[in-house]
Protein backbone atom coordinates (compact mmCIF):
# COMPACT_ATOMS: atom_id res chain seq x y z
CA UNK A 1 0.00 0.00 0.00
CA UNK A 2 1.97 3.23 -0.99
CA UNK A 3 1.83 6.17 1.83
CA UNK A 4 1.73 8.67 -0.73
CA UNK A 5 -1.06 11.40 0.32
CA UNK A 6 -3.40 12.35 -2.91
CA UNK A 7 -5.99 14.85 -3.08
CA UNK A 8 -7.55 12.33 -5.77
CA UNK A 9 -11.20 12.30 -5.29
CA UNK A 10 -13.04 8.76 -6.17
CA UNK A 11 -16.15 10.45 -7.67
CA UNK A 12 -18.28 9.09 -10.42
CA UNK A 13 -17.14 9.96 -13.74
CA UNK A 14 -18.62 12.47 -15.37
CA UNK A 15 -21.82 12.26 -16.94
CA UNK A 16 -24.84 14.53 -17.91
CA UNK A 17 -22.64 17.04 -19.22
CA UNK A 18 -23.29 17.24 -23.12
CA UNK A 19 -25.81 19.17 -25.05
CA UNK A 20 -28.13 18.70 -27.86
CA UNK A 21 -27.34 19.44 -31.19
CA UNK A 22 -27.02 22.96 -32.61
CA UNK A 23 -29.65 21.54 -34.94
CA UNK A 24 -32.29 21.24 -33.08
CA UNK A 25 -31.90 25.02 -31.67
CA UNK A 26 -34.11 26.69 -34.11
CA UNK A 27 -37.97 25.23 -34.17
CA UNK A 28 -40.72 25.05 -36.08
CA UNK A 29 -40.60 28.75 -36.81
CA UNK A 30 -37.26 27.82 -38.01
CA UNK A 31 -37.52 24.20 -39.74
CA UNK A 32 -35.35 24.80 -42.86
CA UNK A 33 -32.51 26.03 -40.40
CA UNK A 34 -32.82 22.95 -38.16
CA UNK A 35 -32.65 20.76 -41.41
CA UNK A 36 -29.90 22.64 -42.56
CA UNK A 37 -27.83 21.62 -39.91
CA UNK A 38 -29.32 18.16 -39.46
CA UNK A 39 -28.20 17.69 -43.02
CA UNK A 40 -24.56 19.56 -42.13
CA UNK A 41 -23.87 16.92 -39.56
CA UNK A 42 -26.00 14.57 -41.16
CA UNK A 43 -28.90 13.80 -38.41
CA UNK A 44 -32.38 14.25 -39.02
CA UNK A 45 -35.01 14.46 -36.31
CA UNK A 46 -37.73 13.30 -38.37
CA UNK A 47 -40.65 14.36 -35.59
CA UNK A 48 -39.19 17.56 -36.14
CA UNK A 49 -38.58 17.70 -32.20
CA UNK A 50 -35.85 18.81 -30.34
CA UNK A 51 -33.82 15.56 -29.24
CA UNK A 52 -32.33 15.74 -25.85
CA UNK A 53 -31.50 12.43 -25.19
CA UNK A 54 -27.81 13.17 -26.32
CA UNK A 55 -27.22 14.11 -22.72
CA UNK A 56 -24.22 11.66 -22.99
CA UNK A 57 -20.22 12.13 -22.03
CA UNK A 58 -18.14 13.09 -24.78
CA UNK A 59 -14.21 11.95 -24.16
CA UNK A 60 -11.95 13.20 -26.12
CA UNK A 61 -9.89 10.37 -27.68
CA UNK A 62 -6.37 11.21 -27.55
CA UNK A 63 -7.60 14.84 -27.93
CA UNK A 64 -10.10 14.28 -30.88
CA UNK A 65 -7.30 12.56 -32.96
CA UNK A 66 -9.17 12.63 -35.84
CA UNK A 67 -8.85 16.57 -36.08
CA UNK A 68 -5.66 17.07 -34.10
CA UNK A 69 -2.24 15.41 -33.54
CA UNK A 70 -3.03 12.56 -31.54
CA UNK A 71 -1.46 12.94 -27.30
CA UNK A 72 0.08 16.56 -27.78
CA UNK A 73 -0.63 19.70 -25.96
CA UNK A 74 -2.13 21.16 -29.54
CA UNK A 75 -4.85 18.10 -29.01
CA UNK A 76 -5.96 18.70 -25.45
CA UNK A 77 -5.88 22.39 -25.92
CA UNK A 78 -8.26 22.50 -29.25
CA UNK A 79 -10.46 19.49 -27.49
CA UNK A 80 -10.94 21.51 -24.21
CA UNK A 81 -12.15 24.92 -26.43
CA UNK A 82 -15.58 24.21 -27.71
CA UNK A 83 -18.37 25.77 -26.75
CA UNK A 84 -19.93 24.02 -23.32
CA UNK A 85 -23.15 22.62 -23.19
CA UNK A 86 -24.68 26.04 -21.22
CA UNK A 87 -23.54 28.13 -24.21
CA UNK A 88 -24.80 25.44 -26.97
CA UNK A 89 -28.63 25.68 -24.24
CA UNK A 90 -27.75 29.94 -24.77
CA UNK A 91 -27.53 29.73 -28.31
CA UNK A 92 -30.09 27.37 -28.70
CA UNK A 93 -32.60 29.88 -26.94
CA UNK A 94 -31.06 33.15 -28.96
CA UNK A 95 -31.47 31.83 -32.16
CA UNK A 96 -35.06 30.62 -31.60
CA UNK A 97 -35.94 33.91 -30.50
CA UNK A 98 -33.82 35.92 -33.21
CA UNK A 99 -34.02 34.07 -36.69
CA UNK A 100 -35.94 36.49 -38.70
CA UNK A 101 -35.48 34.63 -42.09
CA UNK A 102 -34.45 31.62 -44.12
CA UNK A 103 -33.77 31.34 -47.98
CA UNK A 104 -31.69 31.08 -50.76
CA UNK A 105 -29.60 28.99 -48.25
CA UNK A 106 -29.17 31.99 -46.08
CA UNK A 107 -30.40 32.05 -42.61
CA UNK A 108 -30.84 35.87 -41.13
CA UNK A 109 -30.18 36.31 -37.73
CA UNK A 110 -31.07 39.53 -36.27
CA UNK A 111 -27.93 41.75 -34.73
CA UNK A 112 -29.32 42.92 -31.28
CA UNK A 113 -28.69 43.68 -28.15
CA UNK A 114 -29.46 39.69 -27.02
CA UNK A 115 -26.97 38.46 -30.05
CA UNK A 116 -24.51 41.30 -29.59
CA UNK A 117 -24.02 39.74 -26.31
CA UNK A 118 -23.86 36.16 -26.98
CA UNK A 119 -21.47 36.72 -29.34
CA UNK A 120 -18.83 38.81 -26.77
CA UNK A 121 -19.79 36.26 -24.27
CA UNK A 122 -18.79 33.57 -26.49
CA UNK A 123 -15.33 31.52 -25.77
CA UNK A 124 -13.49 32.75 -28.88
CA UNK A 125 -15.39 35.73 -29.11
CA UNK A 126 -17.56 34.62 -32.35
CA UNK A 127 -19.56 31.79 -33.36
CA UNK A 128 -17.56 29.43 -35.06
CA UNK A 129 -17.13 27.20 -32.20
CA UNK A 130 -20.53 26.32 -32.07
CA UNK A 131 -19.56 23.89 -34.63
CA UNK A 132 -17.85 21.56 -31.99
CA UNK A 133 -18.60 20.34 -28.39
CA UNK A 134 -15.67 21.41 -25.80
CA UNK A 135 -14.69 17.54 -24.82
CA UNK A 136 -16.20 16.73 -20.98
CA UNK A 137 -13.22 14.56 -20.65
CA UNK A 138 -9.83 13.98 -22.28
CA UNK A 139 -8.60 10.22 -22.39
CA UNK A 140 -4.73 10.08 -22.98
CA UNK A 141 -1.99 7.53 -22.97
CA UNK A 142 1.03 7.07 -20.24
CA UNK A 143 3.83 5.63 -19.89
CA UNK A 144 7.52 6.76 -18.75
CA UNK A 145 10.33 7.55 -21.21
CA UNK A 146 13.61 5.96 -19.96
CA UNK A 147 14.51 8.44 -17.48
CA UNK A 148 11.38 7.87 -15.17
CA UNK A 149 9.35 11.10 -16.18
CA UNK A 150 6.01 10.18 -17.12
CA UNK A 151 4.96 11.37 -21.23
CA UNK A 152 1.96 11.24 -22.91
CA UNK A 153 2.06 8.51 -26.13
CA UNK A 154 0.37 5.69 -27.35
CA UNK A 155 2.63 3.25 -29.12
CA UNK A 156 5.88 1.54 -27.48
CA UNK A 157 7.67 2.41 -30.40
CA UNK A 158 8.34 5.74 -31.56
CA UNK A 159 8.33 4.91 -34.82
CA UNK A 160 6.73 1.97 -35.54
CA UNK A 161 2.76 2.14 -36.65
CA UNK A 162 0.69 0.30 -38.31
CA UNK A 163 3.53 -2.83 -38.80
CA UNK A 164 5.93 -0.12 -39.45
CA UNK A 165 4.59 1.12 -42.62
CA UNK A 166 4.52 4.82 -41.33
CA UNK A 167 6.09 6.38 -38.48
CA UNK A 168 4.39 8.33 -35.41
CA UNK A 169 7.47 10.43 -34.43
CA UNK A 170 10.29 11.40 -36.50
CA UNK A 171 12.55 9.23 -33.68
CA UNK A 172 13.12 5.63 -33.34
CA UNK A 173 13.59 3.87 -29.95
CA UNK A 174 10.91 1.87 -27.32
CA UNK A 175 9.49 5.00 -25.36
CA UNK A 176 10.83 3.72 -21.94
CA UNK A 177 14.61 2.49 -23.20
CA UNK A 178 14.77 5.86 -24.56
CA UNK A 179 16.08 8.94 -22.59
CA UNK A 180 13.19 11.75 -21.96
CA UNK A 181 15.16 14.41 -24.30
CA UNK A 182 14.74 11.94 -26.94
CA UNK A 183 11.12 11.37 -26.44
CA UNK A 184 10.14 14.59 -25.66
CA UNK A 185 11.86 15.88 -29.03
CA UNK A 186 10.21 13.85 -31.33
CA UNK A 187 8.07 15.48 -33.68
CA UNK A 188 4.55 13.79 -34.06
CA UNK A 189 2.66 13.32 -37.30
CA UNK A 190 5.15 16.36 -39.03
CA UNK A 191 2.74 18.34 -36.96
CA UNK A 192 5.24 20.49 -35.47
CA UNK A 193 3.87 18.87 -31.84
CA UNK A 194 6.55 16.99 -29.97
CA UNK A 195 5.74 14.42 -27.52
CA UNK A 196 4.60 15.81 -24.50
CA UNK A 197 5.37 15.06 -20.68
CA UNK A 198 2.04 14.63 -18.39
CA UNK A 199 2.56 17.94 -17.08
CA UNK A 200 2.54 19.95 -19.99
CA UNK A 201 -0.71 18.20 -20.98
CA UNK A 202 -2.77 18.65 -17.86
CA UNK A 203 -1.18 22.45 -17.66
CA UNK A 204 -3.22 22.51 -20.92
CA UNK A 205 -6.42 21.25 -20.04
CA UNK A 206 -8.91 23.72 -17.95
CA UNK A 207 -9.94 22.55 -14.72
CA UNK A 208 -13.50 22.11 -15.77
CA UNK A 209 -12.62 19.26 -17.93
CA UNK A 210 -11.60 15.50 -16.97
CA UNK A 211 -9.14 13.86 -17.74
CA UNK A 212 -9.18 9.87 -18.34
CA UNK A 213 -5.83 8.47 -17.96
CA UNK A 214 -5.09 5.55 -20.01
CA UNK A 215 -2.01 3.26 -17.79
CA UNK A 216 -0.63 2.45 -21.36
CA UNK A 217 2.50 0.45 -20.18
CA UNK A 218 4.91 0.94 -17.37
CA UNK A 219 8.20 0.28 -18.77
CA UNK A 220 10.37 -0.86 -16.24
CA UNK A 221 8.61 0.06 -13.47
CA UNK A 222 6.20 -1.73 -11.56
CA UNK A 223 2.58 -0.71 -11.49
CA UNK A 224 2.76 0.43 -8.15
CA UNK A 225 5.44 2.61 -8.93
CA UNK A 226 3.92 3.84 -12.33
CA UNK A 227 0.67 4.83 -10.67
CA UNK A 228 2.96 6.41 -7.84
CA UNK A 229 4.47 8.74 -10.10
CA UNK A 230 1.37 9.96 -12.09
CA UNK A 231 -1.05 10.16 -9.88
CA UNK A 232 0.95 12.58 -7.61
CA UNK A 233 1.16 14.72 -10.82
CA UNK A 234 -2.66 14.64 -11.65
CA UNK A 235 -3.19 15.18 -7.65
CA UNK A 236 -1.42 18.58 -8.32
CA UNK A 237 -4.27 20.15 -10.59
CA UNK A 238 -7.93 20.34 -9.60
CA UNK A 239 -9.72 18.18 -12.74
CA UNK A 240 -11.41 15.48 -12.37
CA UNK A 241 -9.75 11.90 -13.27
CA UNK A 242 -10.40 8.51 -14.50
CA UNK A 243 -7.83 5.70 -14.96
CA UNK A 244 -8.34 2.84 -17.02
CA UNK A 245 -6.29 0.37 -18.92
CA UNK A 246 -6.12 -3.05 -20.18
CA UNK A 247 -3.82 -4.28 -18.01
CA UNK A 248 -5.41 -5.85 -15.12
CA UNK A 249 -2.40 -5.34 -12.97
CA UNK A 250 -2.45 -1.87 -13.27
CA UNK A 251 -6.31 -1.50 -12.34
CA UNK A 252 -5.18 -3.11 -9.22
CA UNK A 253 -2.63 -1.21 -8.34
CA UNK A 254 -4.82 1.85 -8.62
CA UNK A 255 -7.67 0.16 -6.82
CA UNK A 256 -5.20 -0.90 -3.82
CA UNK A 257 -3.20 2.04 -3.31
CA UNK A 258 -5.42 4.86 -4.45
CA UNK A 259 -9.03 3.62 -3.61
CA UNK A 260 -10.59 6.72 -3.86
CA UNK A 261 -9.41 7.56 -7.53
CA UNK A 262 -12.02 5.98 -10.15
CA UNK A 263 -10.83 3.32 -12.29
CA UNK A 264 -12.25 1.51 -15.30
CA UNK A 265 -11.02 -1.52 -16.83
CA UNK A 266 -10.81 -1.91 -20.68
CA UNK A 267 -12.76 -4.30 -22.29
CA UNK A 268 -10.91 -6.42 -25.10
CA UNK A 269 -12.58 -9.69 -26.73
CA UNK A 270 -13.97 -10.95 -23.64
CA UNK A 271 -17.38 -9.53 -21.84
CA UNK A 272 -17.48 -11.83 -19.08
CA UNK A 273 -13.65 -11.78 -18.23
CA UNK A 274 -14.23 -7.85 -18.27
CA UNK A 275 -16.93 -8.26 -15.81
CA UNK A 276 -14.93 -9.86 -13.58
CA UNK A 277 -11.77 -7.82 -13.59
CA UNK A 278 -14.65 -4.94 -13.29
CA UNK A 279 -16.57 -7.07 -9.88
CA UNK A 280 -13.09 -8.00 -8.46
CA UNK A 281 -11.81 -4.04 -8.11
CA UNK A 282 -15.02 -2.22 -7.67
CA UNK A 283 -14.22 -0.57 -11.05
CA UNK A 284 -16.42 3.11 -11.88
CA UNK A 285 -17.09 2.39 -14.96
CA UNK A 286 -16.50 0.32 -18.22
CA UNK A 287 -14.37 1.43 -20.95
CA UNK A 288 -15.72 -1.14 -23.70
CA UNK A 289 -15.57 -1.20 -27.56
CA UNK A 290 -18.49 0.03 -29.39
CA UNK A 291 -19.31 -3.74 -31.07
CA UNK A 292 -19.83 -4.88 -27.51
CA UNK A 293 -22.99 -2.94 -27.09
CA UNK A 294 -26.35 -5.07 -27.91
CA UNK A 295 -29.13 -3.10 -29.20
CA UNK A 296 -26.82 -1.54 -32.03
CA UNK A 297 -26.56 -3.24 -35.36
CA UNK A 298 -22.81 -3.99 -35.15
CA UNK A 299 -23.01 -5.66 -32.18
CA UNK A 300 -20.60 -8.89 -32.02
CA UNK A 301 -19.39 -7.59 -35.90
CA UNK A 302 -15.86 -7.01 -37.00
CA UNK A 303 -14.58 -3.59 -36.98
CA UNK A 304 -11.70 -3.69 -37.60
CA UNK A 305 -10.01 -4.48 -34.54
CA UNK A 306 -9.89 -8.38 -34.62
CA UNK A 307 -11.40 -8.80 -30.97
CA UNK A 308 -14.41 -10.92 -31.89
CA UNK A 309 -14.17 -14.17 -30.64
CA UNK A 310 -14.79 -16.76 -32.73
CA UNK A 311 -18.76 -16.98 -32.77
CA UNK A 312 -19.10 -13.35 -31.48
CA UNK A 313 -19.36 -12.05 -28.03
CA UNK A 314 -21.71 -13.72 -24.66
CA UNK A 315 -25.16 -12.92 -24.85
CA UNK A 316 -24.38 -10.12 -22.13
CA UNK A 317 -26.24 -6.80 -21.88
CA UNK A 318 -23.51 -4.17 -20.86
CA UNK A 319 -25.73 -1.09 -20.34
CA UNK A 320 -28.50 -3.34 -17.79
CA UNK A 321 -24.99 -4.66 -16.43
CA UNK A 322 -23.87 -1.38 -16.05
CA UNK A 323 -27.32 0.13 -14.45
CA UNK A 324 -27.34 -2.84 -12.28
CA UNK A 325 -23.85 -2.04 -11.13
CA UNK A 326 -24.58 1.65 -10.96
CA UNK A 327 -21.46 2.24 -12.91
CA UNK A 328 -20.78 4.01 -15.83
CA UNK A 329 -20.97 2.78 -19.63
CA UNK A 330 -18.00 4.18 -21.78
CA UNK A 331 -17.40 2.93 -25.73
CA UNK A 332 -14.32 3.31 -27.68
CA UNK A 333 -13.64 4.48 -30.29
CA UNK A 334 -15.99 6.43 -32.11
CA UNK A 335 -15.90 7.40 -35.82
CA UNK A 336 -19.18 8.93 -37.07
CA UNK A 337 -22.36 10.65 -35.75
CA UNK A 338 -24.24 7.38 -36.80
CA UNK A 339 -22.29 5.21 -34.68
CA UNK A 340 -22.84 7.66 -31.88
CA UNK A 341 -26.73 8.14 -32.43
CA UNK A 342 -26.84 4.31 -32.50
CA UNK A 343 -24.81 4.21 -28.87
CA UNK A 344 -26.69 7.03 -27.50
CA UNK A 345 -30.09 5.16 -28.42
CA UNK A 346 -28.83 2.17 -27.00
CA UNK A 347 -28.32 4.17 -23.05
CA UNK A 348 -24.40 4.32 -22.95
CA UNK A 349 -22.82 6.83 -20.58
CA UNK A 350 -19.67 8.21 -22.73
CA UNK A 351 -18.52 8.47 -26.07
CA UNK A 352 -14.72 7.69 -26.02
CA UNK A 353 -14.29 9.57 -29.85
CA UNK A 354 -12.14 10.70 -32.12
CA UNK A 355 -14.10 14.03 -33.62
CA UNK A 356 -15.74 16.47 -31.77
CA UNK A 357 -18.56 16.66 -33.61
CA UNK A 358 -20.47 13.05 -33.69
CA UNK A 359 -23.01 14.84 -31.13
Partial sequence: MSDRDTT??????????GAAAVGAAVTSGAASAQEAQSSADGRTDSEGEEDDSREVTLVAHRGFAGVNPE?????????????????????TDVLRRNVSSIGGGEIVIDYNEDTAELVRDMRGGGLSGAMYRQA???EVDVMPCGDGDIVVFHDDQLSSRDGGTRGLTDAEGTVWETDCETVTSAEVLESGETVPLLTEVMDAIPSEVGVNLEFKANGNMSWDDF?????????????EILVSSFAEDAIAAVAEDYPDVPIAFLFWNDIEAGLEVTDEYDCDAMNVPYNMVQGTPFFSDDIGYGNVPSGGYADVDLVSAADERDIELNVWTI???YQADQLVD???DGLISDFPNVL
Fill in 8 to 17: LDRRTFVKGT
Fill in 71 to 91: NTVRAVRNASNGWTADQRERL
Fill in 136 to 138: DMI
Fill in 227 to 239: ADRTLSIAADYDN
Fill in 335 to 337: QSW
Fill in 346 to 348: ADV
